[in-house]
């Protein structure tokens, strides 16, 4: 290929029909050992790679919903960039899943052929997508959780999960620094945009408790050094949290955390009305067409 022409790639063979610009990087898992480390159940680590693989693709997709609409052309790269970074995550973590259960089904039928009640995600990834201020509060929030997660995944005893968290850090570290800056650009900007910024925190904050609430499967891998306590990055967050409120002159809001339906949240796929909408959108080429090939 000579690069004289960026298009000149497009009209080269591909034996893979879902081939698609912007693919053919390097491998993140390229040598890793893809079988479940001794004594770890498959079942359990399939299902924990669902978990923060749904919270990845289902937030990826409403920040997909912002292309067209955010404020500056600059911004608009930056959260498409986000929401690849975050779908690149999900791609491998729902491969994992199929790998680990033994089932073989692949990220196209985790993403496309689930019903809700078999998404995993926490209830914060998934609503509506508001204003702006609601997106940097969803993303400030959910990106300093994860994270704090990821980066006590790089030590995960499965080889695989340790390599995709590897990976994520530095992706997580630019989406918390890019929403940091934004709530303190809002934050301490004009009566009005403070405003906004502090109502999209008290409009997230009831999802908030969800994120540090251990599902009984995270409870048993981390006990095993494959997974993390959620609760145990919660000091970790706060931190973080103040360190950005502070300059950004908001306040973390004093609200009772969101209930969960019949005894579940997310993590146990029970969702909120938003869900079925996102899911109707994010599913219905593939339904419509469930065997075609681009």
């Known amino acids: 290929m000579s690069f004289d022409n960026a298009y000149e790639a497009l009209i080269d063979a591909h ?18 050992d893809t079988s479940v480390p001794p004594g770890v159940d498959g079942a359990d680590l399939a299902e924990y790679c ?4 749904d919270d990845a693709l289902v937030l990826s997709h409403r920040l997909q919903q912002w292309c067209t ?3 500056e052309l600059e911004d608009e790269v930056a959260i498409a960039n986000i929401g690849l970074d975050l779908l690149g995550q999900a791609r491998l ?4 899943a199929g790998k680990a259960d033994g089932s073989g089904r692949g990220e196209d039928d985790y993403a496309f052929f689930r019903h809700e009640n078999e998404f995993r995600n926490v ?26 997660l990821f980066q006590r995944l790089t030590t995960s005893v499965d080889p695989v999960l340790a390599a995709i968290a590897d990976k994520g850090v530095k992706e997580l570290t630019y989406h918390r620094d890019y929403a940091a800056r934004w709530a303190v650009r809002l934050g301490d900007g004009t ?20 994120l540090f609430t251990a599902h009984e499967i995270e409870s048993r891998l981390a006990e095993s050094g494959v997974a993390v306590d959620p609760a145990a990055v919660r000091d970790e967050f706060d931190g973080v949290l103040d360190q950005v409120i502070e300059p950004a002159t908001l306040e973390l809001p004093a609200i009772a955390g969101k209930a969960g339906i019949a005894g579940g949240t997310g993590r146990h796929g029970r969702h909120t009305e938003d869900m079925g909408y ?4 994010l599913q219905s080429v593939a339904r419509a067409h469930p065997e075609a090939t681009w």
Do not use: C, H, K, N
């Open 69 to 71: 609409f955010a404020p």
């Open 50 to 53: 669902l978990m923060l693989g």
């Open 93 to 96: 973590l729902l491969a994992r």
């Open 15 to 32: 034996d893979d029909s879902r081939w698609a610009f912007g693919t053919g990087f390097e491998d993140p898992l390229a040598g890793i």
């Open 123 to 148: 209830r914060l990834a998934e609503l509506e997508r508001g204003d702006f201020g609601r997106l940097v509060a969803v993303l400030l929030v959910l990106s300093t959780w994860r994270l704090a």
């Open 191 to 210: 009566p009005f945009s403070r405003e906004r910024m502090q109502a999209a925190l008290t409009d997230v904050w009831p999802y908030v408790d969800e």
């Open 278 to 281: 996102l899911l109707a959108e």
